[in-house]
């Protein structure tokens, strides 16, 4: 019976040896190699985006579309609606273009409409809201933020009061809200209606909405005659998307179009004051290169591509802080 205690009492004095030479161990590597969380990389304050409008000449359709972005290096894609029906048309699943656009490592920042939401005439402004109904929930199903609302039908007189146009994009912002896009006020310089900065930015304020903001972009501005010293009056939110490009001294602003739409860095366009300012307001901004110019519709998609994203990395790298 001693014997028996004796082995027992030997036993657990060496199990209790081997658990606190254990727990000295563990403390003597947890002191050498201290467990350490696992870096996060930042977020970057800028993300590169393609416009399709600037391949829209090629005439690849939106998947050879979004291998063009990828295979460029783009973080993100801006697809025309236009391209996105002709695939459904087409037999194309949502689902399917939504897996094509994420392992191809892109995101959707925002999808080029023209939805009549603003126009006076009640009967074409109800089928333009209920349109962007429609089309934001596609824009919803391939995993997009964003679709921009221009002027679209309402470029020329009558004059539209601002209140009222307010209160119309309340109602998009709204019906956005149920598919989870949110619409972007597209300013269009050669309208005569939201055509310059302030129009667009007191259209925003004045519809009281959280998701209110602003599509800008360098030719329309330029086109519009918007001085763009007024985004330092901005919040981080309101001009998420940048359209960026550029455009040539002549012929002046007057008759100017789209068609001059140069690379970033070709033109005359006061690019690095405008990304200063911009950059101030904070936040992440996606700069997406739109351009139209034929020549460039003559030549190799993916060539444009990679031009277009080196020339818009060298502007951004050339703007001091």
């Not at 429609?134 to 933020?145: F, H, K, P, S, T």
């Not at 519009?224 to 901005?234: A, K, V, Y």
């Not at 006061?270 to 911009?278: F, G, K």
């Not at 277009?308 to 802080?321: D, I, R």
Request: some cysteine.
């Amino acid at each position: 019976m001693n014997a028996q205690k004796l082995s027992r009492r030997q036993a657990l004095a060496e199990a209790g040896l081997l658990v606190g030479a254990a727990v000295m161990l563990k403390d003597t590597l947890l002191k050498a190699e201290p467990v350490r969380p696992p870096v996060q990389a930042p977020t970057s304050p800028v993300r590169y985006c393609l416009n399709t409008a600037t391949i829209r000449g090629q005439k690849l359709g939106i998947l050879n579309e979004i291998g063009v972005a990828a295979q460029a290096g783009y973080d993100a894609i801006e697809p025309w609606m236009e391209s996105i029906n002709v695939y459904v048309n087409n037999g194309g699943s949502l689902p399917d273009l939504r897996n094509r656009i994420r392992d191809a490592g892109l995101t959707v920042e925002g999808v080029i409409g023209f939805a009549e939401w603003a126009v006076e005439d009640d009967t074409r402004r109800a089928k333009g809201l209920e349109r962007a109904r429609r089309e934001m929930d596609l824009v919803a199903q391939i995993g997009g933020q964003r679709m921009a609302a221009p002027p679209a039908g309402a470029t020329r007189l009558p004059k539209l009061d601002l209140l009222r146009v307010a209160e119309r994009y309340r109602a998009l912002l709204e019906a956005g809200v149920q598919s989870g896009v949110v619409p972007v006020l597209e300013l269009w310089g050669f309208s005569l209606n939201l055509g310059r900065l302030s129009e667009c930015v007191a259209v925003a304020v004045e519809t009281g909405h959280r998701n209110a903001c602003v599509l800008a972009d360098v030719f329309h501005l330029y086109k519009g005659g918007s001085d763009f010293h007024g985004i330092q009056l901005l919040g981080p939110e309101a001009i998420p998307v940048l359209h960026l490009n550029d455009y040539p001294s002549d012929p002046p602003r007057e008759t100017i179009d789209d068609s001059y739409r140069l690379y970033p860095g070709d033109g005359v366009a006061p690019l690095a004051d405008l990304l200063r300012m911009l950059r101030r307001t904070g936040g992440q901004k996606v700069l997406s290169l739109e351009i139209f110019n034929r020549r460039n519709w003559s030549e190799g998609a993916l060539e444009v591509a990679k031009t277009g994203l080196a020339k818009m990395k060298a502007v951004v790298a050339s703007t001091p802080p």
